[in-house]
């Protein structure tokens, strides 16, 4: 499959809006260093998000709770540097917003200069509609997350489909409109069902993107491990594997012990 050409515009917050106007779906997938950014922006991805499943990805941690302010503008920076067209989004990790407006505003700061990156996800509805406004005040695009939110797992205490009871249905509903008054551009959906997803996508405007929230919202979005199967123990219904790099990895490394032990790397040809 060839790379997109060069003639290409950048995706903004704007081509967003019109491409759920004019009902083209939205593609988004995670990278979260400078190699696998570019080649997911050079397969023609509209948005790259730095996701903080950084955290389990990356850093083989059970929760996303762990990862850190630093590390998160780190793997932004990185990705930064790979893409020349996808809209780059980065998370505000578990403990850099949740403390006050100001906090919120500051790891947006540091996140937007140090990294490059193009806009801000948090996750939450209206307990953190004040930090969104204060960001969006300073001129920082933010995309809202709601139904599954796994920085709060431990309230949860578990991974499994939210809003499936009426008052949590109502509530996401609720929270939805208000993270659009607020002025987010865009809204993730994660793990919710499918009719409930498919409502909050026709009463907003902004586009909504759905992870594990079936067909009838404006984008879908995956982490990129996952599809590519290079991570093979996470399972979940929602999830197409496009690839089985694990596989292909794993045969790549058997080989390559097999031909050093043999002396058959390097041959002739492949020495100075
Ligand atoms: O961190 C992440 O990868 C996410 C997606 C699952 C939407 O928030």
Request: with cysteine; aromatic share 6%; charged share 25%.
């Amino acid at each position: 499959m060839s790379s997109i050409s060069k003639e290409f515009k950048r995706i903004t917050t704007h081509s967003l809006a019109e491409m759920k106007e004019r009902g083209e779906k939205i593609s988004m997938l995670t990278a979260y260093d400078f190699s696998m950014a570019r080649i997911i922006d050079g397969g023609g991805i509209d948005v790259i998000l730095v996701g903080d499943s950084a955290s389990n990805v990356m850093a083989g941690h059970e929760t996303t709770l762990p990862i850190t302010l630093d590390q998160m503008i780190y793997h932004a920076s990185s990705v930064v540097r790979g893409v020349q067209r996808a809209l780059v989004v980065v998370d505000l990790p578990f403990g850099s917003y949740q403390g006050n407006s100001k906090e919120a505003l500051v790891s947006t700061i540091r996140i937007m200069k140090e990294s490059g990156a193009h806009a801000i996800k948090m996750e939450g509805g209206e307990e953190i509609l004040e930090s969104i406004r204060r960001i969006l005040t300073a001129g920082v695009p933010v995309m809202g997350h709601l139904g599954l939110t796994p920085q709060s797992i431990y309230k949860f205490g578990t991974y499994a489909v939210r809003a499936t009871e009426d008052w949590e249905a109502e509530k996401l509903l609720q929270d939805s409109k208000l993270l659009e008054e607020a002025g987010c551009f865009a809204l993730v959906l994660e793990k919710i069902p499918s009719d409930l997803a498919k409502k909050v996508a026709e009463n907003l405007q902004i586009p909504v993107i759905g992870i594990g929230a079936g067909r009838h919202v404006d984008g879908q979005v995956l982490v990129s491990h996952d599809m590519l199967g290079i991570n093979t123990e996470f399972k979940p219904r929602f999830l197409r594997k496009y690839a089985d790099l694990h596989g292909v990895m794993t045969d790549a490394v058997h080989h390559f012990v097999q031909d050093v032990k043999a002396r058959d790397f390097p041959n002739e040809k492949e020495q100075y």
